[in-house]
């Protein structure tokens, strides 16, 4: 057996999961096979981070590996058929099936480094409340950042801003199912919904969404990991103290890094367990979410220690309070675009993927330019 809980997140979930389907297995040539296939999977999902020793090391034991491993492609290939392979007899076994649908897309991570430009459909957003409020203006408002070159749109309903009020269910479908429907007739442009609720993930995803944001990731209401899972849509579990009501009143950690790492670990295994695929799976420190200012600024500066999850990180520091507090100036929020770009660059050097903005055009281009200079 492959030594799966090496990898971080992913390992974790095999080692969790291959026992509920190793125990659901009766007969010993199947669970061998399954075995094999499991080394299989690991081999390929660490293919770049292994040298080819190290994976010829680590699972020289399988008669498969000598057999099949001939390219690269070939691993792909069998990763492809186990992931079939799972599926087709995932039937009655819950685990074979959670197991398959986190083997599945290993290898076809698009390029993750993205825009995500942000439709708030609410009355009270702390930068732009009030502004996309009547549906026609924020399809507008969207087609607008698709134009100057958001790769996504999120569209969110509830204000998280601190000491926010929860918005009913009702309202919250009321703003946003519209605005999704008519985005998804008018672009191609991937959209995600960001709520904490599963009802209004579900009518999201079934207007035409196809992430889920959630920035309890998962905890305020657990049902939307299996919503998720369901559409097979993308995930992103943002790290959040508290809930928006209480979350600035007086946040602690130990060590900020270490603690936002270990806890989104945790939410990923829930999510993997609830079925969400691995390669849809994102992750976000969630800044200014039961921060202070050291605290965000920390996160910023060590960020790159979340990659150690192995998964790709989402970024919103655009137009956030934390940039007047180093300014000592009260700036309204859309005049916080320095402070924005100067956060955003800092985070792409240390291996922020998509970045959430409420200025796509001006951020594109600081974006482009923190790449072009930390990618040598
Ligand atoms: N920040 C906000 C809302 N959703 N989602 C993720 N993944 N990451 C974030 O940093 C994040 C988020 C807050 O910004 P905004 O939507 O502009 O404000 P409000 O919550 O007041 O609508």
């Given at each position: 057996?492959?030594?799966?809980?090496?990898?971080?997140?992913?390992?974790?979930?095999?080692?969790?999961?291959q026992?509920?389907a190793?125990?659901s297995i009766?007969?010993?040539p199947a669970r061998d096979e399954l075995a094999d296939a499991v080394t299989w999977a690991?081999?390929a999902?660490?293919?770049?981070?292994?040298?080819?020793?190290?994976?010829?090391?680590?699972?020289?034991?399988?008669?498969l590996?000598?057999?099949e491993?001939?390219?690269?492609?070939?691993e792909e290939q069998h990763v492809h058929a186990l992931v079939r392979g799972l599926r087709a007899c995932a039937g009655?076994h819950?685990a074979l099936a959670a197991l398959a649908a986190a083997y599945a897309?290993y290898?076809?991570?698009?390029?993750?480094?993205?825009?995500?430009?942000?439709?708030?459909?609410?009355?009270?957003?702390?930068?732009?409340?009030?502004?996309?409020?009547?549906?026609?203006?924020?399809?507008?408002?969207?087609?607008?950042?698709?134009?100057?070159?958001?790769?996504?749109?999120?569209?969110?309903?509830?204000?998280?801003?601190?000491?926010?009020?929860?918005?009913?269910?009702?309202?919250?479908?009321?703003?946003?199912?519209?605005?999704?429907?008519?985005?998804?007739?008018?672009?191609?442009?991937?959209?995600?919904?960001?709520?904490?609720?599963?009802?209004?993930?579900?009518?999201?995803?079934?207007?035409?969404?196809?992430?889920?944001?959630?920035?309890?990731?998962?905890?305020?209401?657990?049902?939307?990991?299996?919503?998720?899972?369901?559409?097979?849509?993308?995930?992103?579990?943002?790290?959040?103290?508290?809930?928006?009501?209480?979350?600035?009143?007086?946040?602690?950690?130990?060590?900020?890094?270490?603690?936002?790492?270990?806890?989104?670990?945790?939410?990923?295994?829930?999510?993997?367990?609830?079925?969400?695929?691995?390669?849809?799976?994102?992750?976000?420190?969630?800044?200014?979410?039961?921060?202070?200012?050291?605290?965000?600024?920390?996160?910023?500066?060590?960020?790159?220690?979340?990659?150690?999850?192995?998964?790709?990180?989402?970024?919103?520091?655009?137009?956030?309070?934390?940039?007047?507090?180093?300014?000592?100036?009260?700036?309204?929020?859309?005049?916080?675009?320095?402070?924005?770009?100067?956060?955003?660059?800092?985070?792409?050097?240390?291996?922020?993927?998509?970045?959430?903005?409420?200025?796509?055009?001006?951020?594109?281009?600081?974006?482009?330019?923190?790449?072009?200079?930390?990618?040598?």
């Amino acid at each position: 057996m492959s030594d799966l809980a090496r990898d971080p997140v992913f390992g974790e979930v095999a080692r969790r999961l291959q026992a509920r389907a190793f125990a659901s297995i009766q007969n010993e040539p199947a669970r061998d096979e399954l075995a094999d296939a499991v080394t299989w999977a690991y081999v390929a999902f660490r293919r770049e981070r292994l040298e080819r020793d190290e994976v010829a090391a680590m699972v020289g034991h399988s008669g498969l590996f000598h057999r099949e491993v001939r390219t690269d492609r070939g691993e792909e290939q069998h990763v492809h058929a186990l992931v079939r392979g799972l599926r087709a007899c995932a039937g009655d076994h819950p685990a074979l099936a959670a197991l398959a649908a986190a083997y599945a897309g290993y290898s076809t991570a698009p390029d993750e480094r993205r825009l995500m430009g942000v439709v708030n459909v609410t009355p009270d957003s702390f930068s732009d409340g009030g502004n996309y409020l009547d549906p026609s203006r924020a399809v507008e408002h969207a087609l607008r950042l698709v134009e100057e070159g958001a790769d996504l749109l999120d569209v969110g309903g509830e204000s998280t801003r601190p000491h926010a009020e929860p918005v009913a269910l009702d309202e919250e479908l009321r703003r946003v199912v519209p605005v999704i429907a008519a985005l998804a007739k008018r672009t191609q442009t991937p959209i995600s919904i960001d709520t904490t609720k599963s009802e209004v993930a579900r009518a999201a995803l079934d207007a035409g969404a196809s992430i889920v944001n959630d920035v309890s990731a998962g905890r305020l209401d657990p049902a939307i990991l299996a919503v998720t899972a369901a559409h097979r849509a993308g995930f992103v579990a943002m790290h959040m103290q508290g809930d928006p009501r209480t979350m600035q009143a007086a946040p602690q950690y130990g060590d900020v890094v270490a603690d936002v790492t270990e806890h989104l670990r945790e939410r990923c295994y829930v999510a993997l367990e609830a079925g969400i695929e691995r390669s849809k799976l994102w992750i976000d420190p969630g800044i200014g979410f039961g921060k202070t200012l050291e605290h965000n600024l920390e996160l910023l500066r060590r960020l790159a220690e979340l990659r150690s999850l192995g998964l790709p990180i989402v970024l919103g520091v655009s137009r956030k309070s934390f940039i007047t507090k180093i300014t000592g100036r009260e700036t309204p929020p859309e005049q916080r675009i320095g402070g924005t770009a100067a956060a955003l660059a800092i985070g792409v050097q240390n291996g922020a993927e998509i970045l959430r903005v409420h200025d796509v055009a001006v951020m594109r281009e600081a974006v482009l330019v923190a790449r072009a200079i930390s990618e040598r």
